[in-house]
């Protein structure tokens, strides 16, 4: 059975934005999260006045762990045409847009960089281009990120013949959970949270439970936007202490 989660979008602290129900916005605590589990989840969107806001075309990131935890050292690849290149953690936004602008790419871009492990990529022209893969670990000679991190990237903007294309890159530290592909399901979305995750067993690995935060990020169009970030505590199965 799902765990359906209600989030109230107009809630008053994003700590206190998981509601009972679409139309009861009572705060409702999250139960204990079980390391190894994989948890099937649907996830609501409300806007605290009894419906529900219109998640079919949003971009949905939702983990558990710490809150805005970033790499410290390493490198991640960007890998795109079969051409790849091994930015560093904290890559300049200036030296990242040398690199795409240089052949091999030659993207014609503007990128920014709002902080650091986080990259905004602008194309100066019109039209729909090919998204990248990105990954964590530097290739082939780049030594990987640490503490264990992830790559993410996102298509903020879709080209056309009207409208120039837009990238979200983003590294983070890998969360206990987590996951970036959600189907769309009536009034929501579905997917699953796995926390079978090395790094959760390494943080338990001392503690019979530990403390971290479920945060949903959504992104529409450009607009990125964190809808919650609930405390909650994940602990060792019964079975066995990790």
């Given at each position: 059975m799902a765990l359906n989660i209600y989030v109230n979008t107009a809630a008053d602290s994003l700590a206190s934005a998981r509601s009972t129900s679409l139309?009861?916005?009572t705060e409702r605590p999250f139960a204990k999260f079980i390391a190894g589990d994989v948890v099937d989840v649907?996830?609501?969107?409300?806007?605290?006045?009894g419906a529900y806001v219109d998640v079919s075309s949003t971009t949905l990131r939702v983990g558990v762990g710490g809150i805005n935890q970033r790499p410290s050292g390493g490198?991640?690849?960007f890998s795109h045409g079969g051409n790849d290149t091994e930015p560093a953690y904290n890559e300049s936004a200036a030296s990242l847009e040398s690199t795409l602008d240089a052949a091999p790419y030659s993207f014609d871009v503007t990128v920014a960089s709002p902080?650091?492990?986080v990259w905004i990529v602008k194309f100066n022209t019109v039209g729909a281009q090919t998204l990248p893969t990105v990954a964590g670990g530097g290739y082939p000679t780049g030594g990987p990120l640490t503490p264990d991190?992830?790559?993410?990237?996102?298509r903020?903007?879709?080209g056309d013949g009207s409208t120039r294309e837009e990238w979200l890159i983003q590294l983070f530290e890998t969360p206990w959970a987590f996951q970036d592909s959600w189907s769309n399901i009536t009034n929501g979305k579905n997917g699953s949270l796995s926390f079978a995750q090395e790094n959760l067993y390494t943080a338990l690995a001392a503690s019979d439970s530990v403390?971290?935060?479920?945060?949903?990020e959504a992104t529409l169009s450009s607009n990125i936007t964190t809808y919650i970030q609930a405390p909650v505590t994940v602990g060792c199965p019964?079975?066995?202490k990790a």
């Open positions: 139309t009861n916005n649907n996830i609501y969107l409300t806007d605290g006045a490198y991640w690849t902080t650091t492990s991190s992830t790559a993410s990237i996102t903020l903007v879709t403390s971290a935060y479920f945060e949903i019964v079975v066995g």
